[in-house]
C-alpha cells in the first residue's frame, strides 16, 4: 500500500509550480522519488524518465504535507498549529517541468 499519495499539482508551468503529496501512514521520505516520464509515439506512457528528484531520508508522520517546488530554494520544514508538519522542498530546475500531457 501507498503510504504517500499526490494530492495535487499546483499552479503548473508557472514561478510557483509544485507538487503537493499527503502522508498517509508514517514512513521515511527517503523511499521515495518523483519522476516526469514521457510518452511512446502511441500515447502510452513510457520508460523515459526526463526529471527525477530522490527525497533524502527523513521520517515523516501521517497526515504531513510534502511540496516539491520545481523552482530554485532552500528546503524548509514548518509545523502548524494543528500539530501537522509541512515539509517544503525544492528541486532546483530553471525551467518548469509540468505540463498538461
Known amino acids: 500500500m501507498m503510504k504517500i499519495k499526490i494530492q495535487e499539482i499546483k499552479d503548473r508551468g508557472n514561478d510557483e509550480e509544485r507538487i503537493v503529496l499527503r502522508v498517509l501512514e508514517d514512513c521515511n521520505l527517503g523511499r521515495y522519488l ?3 516520464t514521457t510518452f511512446d509515439k502511441n ?3 513510457s520508460n523515459k524518465n526526463r526529471h527525477v528528484y530522490a527525497f533524502g531520508d527523513m521520517p515523516v508522520r501521517k497526515g504531513d504535507y ?10 524548509v520544514r514548518q509545523t502548524n498549529a494543528n500539530g501537522i508538519t509541512s515539509y517544503f522542498f525544492y528541486w532546483n530546475m530553471l525551467n518548469h517541468i509540468w505540463n498538461n500531457e
Do not use: C, R, S
Not at 510534502?66 to 528546503?75: I, Q, R
Open 34 to 36: 518523483v519522476l516526469d
Open 43 to 45: 500515447g502510452n506512457i
Open 66 to 75: 510534502v511540496v516539491l517546488y520545481t523552482k530554485v530554494g532552500n528546503d
